[in-house]
């Protein structure tokens, strides 16, 4: 698989990349970045997913995330793909809105017409884009975590839950963590899935670990004066759930932080110090 | 002097806002961003500014500069002034260049028409700001430091050698040393300033320079990958300006890195960290 360089910049001792390939799950031209830090030659690292919220592209984190000095320093290879195929003939919302269709893939591989021409994530981001890097760039692959914001914190999770062995810890940064139970995953879900329930539980992370998915831990963080908080996050549900499974949560509330990259560059550091512990054990 | 509160998002566990004033030494609306780390009530913290370079705005180094971890732990008030005036009845370049006119103010008072009604930034960032930071955040205006990028570093320069008693220390990243010698320079100096040759050299740090200002000290780092580097920037024209003046400039060629916030944010906390030293000294 080809990989066109979008940009390469030297930051923090490392390589902060820009990619475009020409997806076969999307049907798309799709574009990532990925932050390789300074290692000895011929090494391979340990690799963190990060998936973006709605709104997002790779950029978005891959500016404002504030991540490459703490992967610099862990020697942690950082891979930001975007959130829904692009481009002319990629279905969009009806109305445009934020929460659906561009920008707004919610990591699912879409049955529904117009949508599941293009709109695959779950594909793309699970199984195209891991070979890809693992083709292009000096990752180890058996060493790999993922994390995420908001949408992304959904993907993260109900990613890491259906597969278990792939990824040795799981993170979220204001994770949607109920789709089912919420507006946005209310209108994306059925959007996307159509009325198959059963196709909404998988990727829907409470659902999941109700239906039996199990990992060791997880760590989540929740700014208290985050606006999506109450009606769309709910990290209550998932506190429940994982007190049900035996799922060990380390869900820490920030007071006054709120759903931006503000809150998020902040705790960047300790969520990918947790990770490394974990992918370096 | 009022305020408008645009943004406020904690980050870093202190308050990075933007706020827009009217403002009487431009004459237009200004934008501006301050970051202020936590701090017990009632003290004063000193204060770094930071001016951006040619197409710049406040959010630039706002979002992407990595600031606000370092400037929480060392307690370094952040400011981050607009590069320009801005809005209806601003003149601007008459081919719409990105190194004139909007974004591109120089850090000078034009005499120039069109350009003196409104590109008096001189004025409006050694005095106008100082003053409304004073009055509106917990500044200590006895320990201030300046800093910049390439235009921004122009203007961090030039300043801090006019003022040598106001500012503590003075950095720059990527600096336009010598705007009479470089092309950004003899379009702009001219533009804002005509023809008068004895102001020119008042916003010219190697001028300056040659003309008797004098500091203690600079620190200055420069990306050896950037590609404005032999044409626009010539650090080594500072260099000899400051051999010559007794003057202990640390210059840092950095191999790979470019003109971009890559650079700027990988060596921010080196900067703000040697700042903070002589601020607190």
Same mark, same amino acid.
């Given at each position: 698989?080809?990989?066109?360089?979008v940009s390469?910049?030297?930051?923090?001792?490392?390589?902060?990349g820009v990619y475009?390939?020409?997806?076969?799950?999307?049907?798309?031209? +799709?574009t990532?970045s990925?932050?390789?830090?300074?290692? #000895?030659?011929?090494?391979?690292?340990?690799?963190?997913?990060?998936?973006?919220?709605?709104?997002?592209?790779h950029?978005?984190?891959? /500016?404002?995330?504030? =991540?490459?000095?703490?992967?610099?320093?862990?020697?942690?290879?950082?891979?930001?793909?975007?959130?829904?195929?692009?481009?002319?003939?990629?279905?969009?919302?009806?109305?445009?809105? =934020?929460?659906?269709?561009?920008?707004?893939?919610?990591?699912?591989?879409?049955?529904?017409?117009?949508?599941?021409?293009?709109?695959? +994530?779950?594909?793309?981001?699970?199984?195209?884009?891991?070979?890809?890097? #693992?083709?292009?760039?000096?990752?180890? +692959?058996?060493?790999?975590?993922?994390?995420?914001?908001? +949408?992304?914190?959904?993907? #993260?999770?109900?990613?890491?839950?259906?597969?278990? !062995?792939?990824?040795?810890?799981?993170?979220?940064?204001?994770?949607?963590?109920?789709?089912?139970?919420?507006?946005?995953?209310?209108? *994306?879900?059925?959007?996307?899935?159509?009325? !198959?329930?059963?196709?909404?539980?998988?990727?829907?992370?409470?659902?999941?670990?109700? !239906?039996?998915?199990?990992?060791?831990?997880?760590?989540?963080?929740?700014?208290?004066?985050?606006?999506?908080?109450?009606?769309?996050?709910?990290?209550?549900?998932?506190? #429940? *759930?994982?007190?049900?499974?035996?799922?060990?949560?380390?869900?820490?509330?920030?007071?006054?932080?709120?759903?931006?990259?503000?809150?998020?560059?902040?705790?960047? /550091? !300790?969520?990918?110090?947790?990770?490394? /512990?974990?992918?370096?054990?």
């Amino acid at each position: 698989m080809s990989l066109e360089t979008v940009s390469s910049n030297l930051s923090f001792g490392g390589v902060q990349g820009v990619y475009r390939h020409a997806s076969s799950a999307t049907g798309t031209d +799709m574009t990532f970045s990925v932050y390789v830090p300074p290692h #000895a030659p011929g090494a391979k690292l340990p690799v963190v997913w990060y998936l973006s919220g709605l709104t997002c592209t790779h950029a978005n984190v891959t /500016e404002k995330g504030e =991540y490459r000095r703490a992967c610099a320093e862990l020697g942690l290879i950082f891979v930001a793909p975007d959130t829904s195929p692009r481009g002319e003939g990629v279905a969009d919302d009806p109305e445009g809105a =934020y929460d659906f269709g561009l920008g707004a893939g919610f990591y699912v591989d879409a049955t529904q017409p117009p949508f599941a021409q293009h709109y695959r +994530m779950w594909s793309y981001v699970t199984e195209e884009l891991p070979a890809l890097v #693992a083709e292009h760039f000096p990752v180890d +692959m058996g060493a790999q975590a993922i994390t995420g914001h908001s +949408m992304g914190g959904h993907g #993260a999770l109900t990613i890491g839950l259906t597969f278990p !062995d792939r990824f040795r810890s799981i993170s979220a940064f204001a994770p949607i963590v109920a789709p089912g139970q919420v507006p946005w995953g209310r209108k *994306a879900l059925p959007g996307y899935l159509g009325d !198959d329930k059963a196709a909404w539980r998988r990727h829907d992370a409470v659902a999941l670990i109700e !239906d039996g998915a199990r990992v060791k831990e997880l760590l989540v963080d929740q700014g208290e004066a985050d606006g999506f908080l109450a009606e769309q996050l709910k990290p209550s549900l998932l506190v #429940a *759930a994982c007190a049900d499974a035996g799922i060990d949560l380390t869900l820490t509330m920030r007071p006054g932080y709120d759903h931006s990259y503000y809150f998020i560059s902040t705790f960047m /550091e !300790d969520h990918l110090r947790w990770h490394a /512990e974990r992918l370096r054990g």
